[in-house]
């Protein structure tokens, strides 16, 4: 039974930083993708980052590219999401995600993914 366990949302300015981490347990995930997604009050679900486990290979959504960094340490079973340069609109819910594949053409999608965390509030005041 894979486990997902977010931590480090919280209140923070305009143009600050946050650090979200997610601890994964209950299999090897060296098959799998791991990424973020975040949903805002009334919106969808949407695709934030993702990272290959087993190559450590990076994707990003438009939005955050060059403010937010997805990773993964092996080590620690653990996926960290670094958040900079936060504006009101990276106002969310964030969730960590799994599932026990690699696909390039769907990692984007919320519905490929197995297993979910409870999600961390981040909230980015202005």
């Known amino acids: 039974q894979v486990q997902l366990v977010e931590s480090g949302g919280g209140l923070v300015q305009a143009g600050g930083s946050l650090r979200l981490s997610c601890a994964a347990s209950g299999r090897t995930f060296s098959g799998y993708t791991m990424a973020w997604f975040r949903q805002a009050p009334g919106k969808e679900r949407v695709f934030v980052a993702a990272v290959r486990w087993s190559t450590g290979g990076t994707y990003a959504a438009d939005s955050t590219k060059g403010r937010f960094t997805i990773s993964r340490d092996n080590a620690k079973n653990t996926v960290t999401l670094q958040m900079n340069n936060l504006k009101p609109e990276d106002t969310a819910v964030y969730y960590c995600?799994?599932?026990?594949?690699?696909?390039?053409?769907?990692?984007?999608?919320?519905?490929?993914?197995?297993?979910w965390g409870q999600g961390t509030q981040v909230t980015v005041s202005s």
């Open positions: 995600a799994a599932q026990d594949r690699f696909n390039i053409a769907t990692m984007r999608i919320s519905g490929e993914y197995e297993y």
